[in-house]
């Protein structure tokens, strides 16, 4: 079946660091990828997505590119904030399309 | 305006209730789904939904029971709480299967 493994947190960083959370996968046919980002005590928000090989989302300075070749859906950030401390979700939708298979989550945690 | 919302936000109850969690959502979706995320974060699909019909059940016990009453709403019926159901129970929305958008969350505690 479908999986989804990305590293184990947490990750530390200190303002302004450069942040990378890996995340690959295992699927049949062809997924679409996402990030998820929960903030503390509060839901899953979409972060960005992808819907192809090839593809780059990005928002709010984040970006991930979907890679066929790796299987992965690396997330990146050139400088992260205080605000972007959070458990961050990597997550596939299969060929089913109807649900979302999740990584564990990596919390990170941004330090002033 | 609330997109994806929950009720009750916050539930205490003891081993042996039955208790809903009630799910409504405003965007037009098609499909909506309920999510649980244990102590370690771990988010696994329980049920999907398309246009009132059932089209996921993932090996949940059958003391879990989703309703949708319509294509906007799906509650979470669940009988005879045992400990192990303590978690964070997420409700989320589709349209034609693509992005999911999510509820703000019910935290369930069974004691």
């Known amino acids: 079946g479908d999986s989804v493994t990305q590293m184990e947190g947490p990750v530390t960083l200190s303002e302004e660091a450069f942040l990378t959370i890996n995340c690959t996968y295992t699927?049949?046919?062809?997924?679409?990828l996402f990030w998820y980002v929960q903030y503390p005590g509060e839901g899953l928000q979409l972060l960005l997505k992808?819907?192809?090989?090839?593809d780059k989302g990005s928002n709010k300075g984040f970006e991930a590119t979907y890679r066929k070749e790796t299987t992965s859906f690396h997330l990146e950030k050139g400088s992260v904030q205080v605000s972007d401390s959070a458990v961050y979700f990597c997550?596939?939708?299969?060929?089913?399309?109807?649900?979302?298979?999740f990584g564990g989550g990596t919390r990170v945690l941004v330090k002033p | 305006d609330t997109a994806v919302s929950q009720t009750p936000k916050y539930l205490v109850t003891q081993m042996g209730n039955d208790k809903s969690i009630k799910c409504e959502q405003n965007?037009?979706?098609?499909?909506m789904y309920w999510y649980k995320q244990d102590s370690k974060k771990f988010l696994k699909i329980m049920f999907s939904?398309?246009?009132?019909?059932?089209?996921i059940n993932e090996t949940v016990p059958n003391r879990f029971s989703p309703k949708s009453p319509d294509k906007a709403h799906l509650n979470l019926h669940i009988n005879s709480l045992e400990l192990g159901d303590s978690a964070v129970y997420f409700c989320?929305?589709?349209?034609?299967?693509?992005?999911?958008?999510f509820g703000p969350g019910t935290r369930l505690t069974v004691t």
């Open positions: 989320a929305s589709s349209l034609n299967s693509y992005e999911q958008y």
């Open positions: 699927a049949t046919g062809y997924p679409s």
């Open positions: 992808a819907t192809k090989a090839d």
């Open positions: 997550a596939l939708s299969g060929a089913a399309g109807n649900k979302l298979t």
């Open positions: 965007l037009g979706h098609d499909t």
């Open positions: 939904y398309n246009n009132k019909e059932l089209i």
